[in-house]
């Protein structure tokens, strides 16, 4: 299978890391990420485009460098982690750029697709510290500024109940022991 053949094809090319394929084929690290791709490990697959790309750009050449550009690009929305995105986008507009200028049509087409599908895909909801949710931080920081939960409800169209039970999640989430404290958190984690 595509899993076991991409294992024996990375253990014969590790050797050769740092280098050309014979024949000018490519970097061979480049093609460790590729075959890193394939067997799922997308960290290792990073590093290995990112030493294709030092290599490219010290060696000046370009025609790699764009190919590189846009194979680390593919990873990149693949594994999806934070900044992966922009990074992703970075990389294929400098790809487009170079095969444009050197006229490498497909490559062009590859890049043009991976543009429109990096534009498609979902943004990850952003990370809350302690587990906090979007209504929570919401509610933090109308706290911080001193609302009280019936101004809170108002402000957020929510019923006083509700804020009461936000403030409560929040200082439970927190491990805070009161309104106070959670101003001076919100403060802290930047949400003020």
């Known amino acids: 299978n595509d899993t076991n053949m991409a294992a024996q094809q990375y253990d014969l090319l590790i050797p050769a890391e740092g280098t050309l394929l014979v024949g000018g084929f490519g970097a061979v690290d480049r093609f460790l990420g590729l075959l890193s791709q394939t067997l799922g490990n997308l960290d290792q697959a ?87 949710t979007a209504r929570e931080i919401e509610v933090l920081q109308l706290i911080a500024i001193g609302k009280s939960n019936q101004e809170i409800a108002d402000a957020l169209v929510i019923t006083l109940r509700t804020a009461g039970n936000h403030v409560a999640n929040i200082l439970n989430k927190t491990g805070l022991a009161n309104r106070t404290e959670a101003a001076a958190y919100a403060i802290r984690q930047g949400i003020a």
């Open 46 to 132: 990073a590093a290995h485009f990112d030493d294709a790309l030092a290599f490219c750009r010290r060696a000046g050449y370009r025609p790699e460098l764009a190919w590189t550009c846009c194979d680390y690009a593919d990873a990149l929305l693949e594994r999806a982690d934070e900044g992966d995105r922009s990074k992703a986008v970075s990389l294929l507009d400098e790809s487009l750029t170079i095969s444009t200028e050197l006229g490498m049509r497909p490559l062009m087409a590859r890049v043009t697709a991976l543009l429109e599908g990096a534009e498609t895909l979902p943004v990850k909801a952003p990370a809350y510290p302690d587990g906090l």
